[in-house]
T-cell receptor, first 109, second 117 residues
Framework: DAKTTQPNSMESNEEEPVHLPCNHS???????IHWYRQLPSQGPEYVIH???SNVNNRMASLAIAEDRKSSTLILHRATLRDAAVYYC??????????FGQGTRLTINP | DTGVSQDPRHKITKRGQNVTFRCDPI?????LYWYRQTLGQGPEFLTY????????KSRLLSDRFSAERPKGSFSTLEIQRTEQGDSAMYLC???????????????FGQGTRLTVV
């Protein structure tokens, strides 16, 4: 399974944008980039995924580097409810999701 | 559809006892996954099913663990002769596999928290 690297923790302020980075230098051409988040005492929750182009949905945006070796999850206006552990995961073909340690995001009021 | 549901939410058992957890996936989802999560760690893959067929098992899944998905709908995860090291959150997820040309999201349940005393 291709590996991702994320900072252990990040901190931001409420109502400000948050940029969560992820490095995946060994990504293969068929690997999708997935982001999930896990709020305290809950199961992981899907955030967004993409292959090559940037993606937007109601929760976030995903910016993918041109060489696909890194990506950034963008929360446009953080709220206290966005405090969670964010996982960046590569998934290719029929493979399962392999979680790393993720980034623990703290939002300050 | 209410999403993926897991039962029970919490289970306390004595060491050496057997426990069984149930997962009800989203109804049309053909893939079902089991994960285990300990405090401060990301979820670890245990096994997954395509309909009723168990396609992959992690080396974490010792002989004491068995999972079934008898009719391709709900799934059970049984742990025999529980040990204190089995204490963890057991998560179930489901998704609709559409083939290699597209990708879909997984939906996770709330998990079953097992405490072995």
């Amino acid at each position: 399974d291709a590996k991702t690297t994320q900072p252990n923790s990040m901190e931001s302020n409420e109502e400000e944008p948050v940029h969560l980075p992820c490095n995946h230098s060994t990504i293969s051409g068929t690997d999708y980039i997935h982001w999930y988040r896990q709020l305290p005492s809950q199961g992981p929750e899907y955030v967004i995924h993409g292959l090559t182009s940037n993606v937007n949905n109601r929760m976030a945006s995903l910016a993918i580097a041109e060489d696909r070796k890194s990506s950034t999850l963008i929360l446009h206006r953080a709220t206290l409810r966005d405090a969670a552990v964010y996982y960046c995961i590569l998934r290719g073909g029929a493979q399962k999701l392999v979680f790393g340690q993720g980034t623990r995001l703290t939002i300050n009021p | 559809d209410t999403g993926v549901s897991q039962d029970p939410r919490h289970k306390i058992t004595k060491r050496g006892q057997n426990v069984t957890f149930r997962c009800d996936p989203i109804s049309e989802h053909n893939r079902l996954y089991w994960y285990r999560q300990t405090l401060g760690q990301g979820p670890e893959f245990l096994t997954y099913f395509q309909n009723e067929a168990q396609l992959e098992k992690s080396r974490l899944l010792s002989d004491r663990f068995s999972a079934e998905r008898p009719k391709g709908s709900f799934s059970t995860l049984e742990i025999q002769r529980t040990e204190q090291g089995d204490s963890a959150m057991y998560l179930c997820a489901s998704r609709l596999e559409k083939g290699r040309k597209t990708d879909t999201e997984a939906f996770f349940g709330q998990g079953t928290r097992l405490t072995v005393v």
